[in-house]
């Protein structure tokens, strides 16, 4: 597929999306899928509309992104489609930048591991995907699209082994700085970082570095990324997160790299560094219900990944009432935290398509998109 860029909307305002839950009317063959997702692609690229779909078990999940005009009139069309049936609403609304924005429209077949489709019961009735079900195809799914993307770049991506190997030659004196093209560009300096810890994970897996040379190499990458700059609390925060490090983690990277990013996106964070239990919960009483991110490890030393879940575990049953997310490397890429707890705060549950008003609502988001502030 031609890599098609559509970063933004043509008239510059921030992406509207919907996701959707369908069933499939009728027996849909691989290639009347290939067919229909071929046929949404070319009428999409008009409209600058871009999206996944997936077709798993006779169910359909669509991510449909774009101006908010042209996804609610197609939304209007997808609604009274006589290819789909129970057609339910799982999220809508506006997003700081498009996630798949290379796709038009991407069909993706094969089972998504750990994704379970089992449909709830709500008052609904039964539903064709439960909302945590298809938020984690579609996490899994931006982190495939950001792959291809780069894959696909006719411009060379930064290399993390050469950046790599400029932290492991440090003196601790001589400053490694992150490539220019990525200074100004927070989940570009983000993903260097998710690639970086890979190699490192590797090279641990593959004992080609001791964990002394890790440890090492990870304190340069945080004094590399303090030094090109870190983001400060909003003056008015949309939300507020709670991201806690583990005691006795080995790395804090990942946790101000995610509290960068979720500030950047309007939130404040509360980061909880402390080395024991009452401390910890006594800091997260600050929070009262905000949501809680564990830092996982994104290099995986001698026993971070397990101490980690056992956290956010222990978290869990403690807060039955908040949201508690693993992070790490099992959490999926750096990047996506922000847009991840976008979904949850959107979140308003689902609802039947053939109950919205499309039109009217498109109408209503026209006018919406025209008062939009730019920074």
Avoid at 17 to 23: E, G, N, V
Avoid at 118 to 145: N, Q, R, V, W, Y
Avoid at 223 to 230: F, M, P, Q, V
Wanted: proline share 6%.
């Amino acid at each position: 597929m031609a890599n098609v860029s559509l970063s933004s909307t043509p008239n510059g305002q921030m992406p509207f999306r919907i996701a959707y839950a369908s069933r499939s009317a009728g027996k849909n063959t691989p290639t009347r899928m290939a067919q229909i997702a071929a046929e949404a692609a070319r009428d999409n690229l008009p409209q600058s509309i871009s999206g996944v779909i997936v077709h798993e078990k006779g169910i359909n999940l669509q991510w449909l992104e774009g101006q908010a005009t042209d996804v609610c009139e197609l939304m209007a069309r997808i609604s009274t489609d006589h290819r789909h049936k129970d057609v339910t609403v799982l999220e809508a609304g506006w997003i700081p930048r498009r996630r798949y924005a290379n796709w038009p429209m991407h069909l993706i077949r094969p089972t998504l591991d750990n994704v379970s489709f089992k449909p709830p019961i709500t008052s609904l009735g039964e539903m064709p995907c439960s909302p945590d079900a298809a938020e984690a195809a579609f996490d899994a799914l931006a982190t495939m699209h950001g792959y291809e993307t780069q894959q696909n770049n006719k411009t060379e991506p930064v290399s993390a082994a050469l950046f790599l190997s400029g932290l492991i030659a440090a003196d601790g004196l001589a400053l490694v700085e992150f490539p220019a093209e990525t200074l100004n560009n927070l989940p570009a300096r983000a993903a260097l970082v998710d690639q970086t810890c890979k190699l490192l994970g590797q090279s641990w897996k593959d004992d080609t570095m001791s964990s002394f040379e890790i440890g090492l190499a990870l304190a340069e990458l945080n004094r590399t990324w303090h030094n090109a700059g870190r983001i400060v609390e909003p003056a008015d925060p949309n939300r507020e997160i709670c991201v806690v490090v583990p005691p006795g983690s080995n790395e804090i990277i990942g946790s101000i790299i995610k509290s960068d990013l979720i500030r950047a996106s309007g939130a404040s964070v509360h980061q909880v560094i402390e080395s024991d239990w009452a401390s910890i919960t006594k800091a997260l009483a600050i929070g009262e219900q905000s949501p809680i991110i564990v830092a996982g490890p994104r290099v995986g030393l001698d026993g971070d990944a397990d101490r980690a879940h056992a956290l956010a575990n222990r978290l869990q049953s403690w807060y039955p009432g908040r949201e508690v997310y693993l992070g790490g490397r099992a959490g999926g890429a750096l990047s996506l935290w922000p847009d991840r707890l976008g979904l949850s705060a959107a979140d308003k549950g689902p609802m039947r398509a053939e109950s919205v008003k499309w039109l009217a609502l498109a109408a209503i988001a026209s006018i919406a998109e025209s008062h939009q502030v730019h920074h």
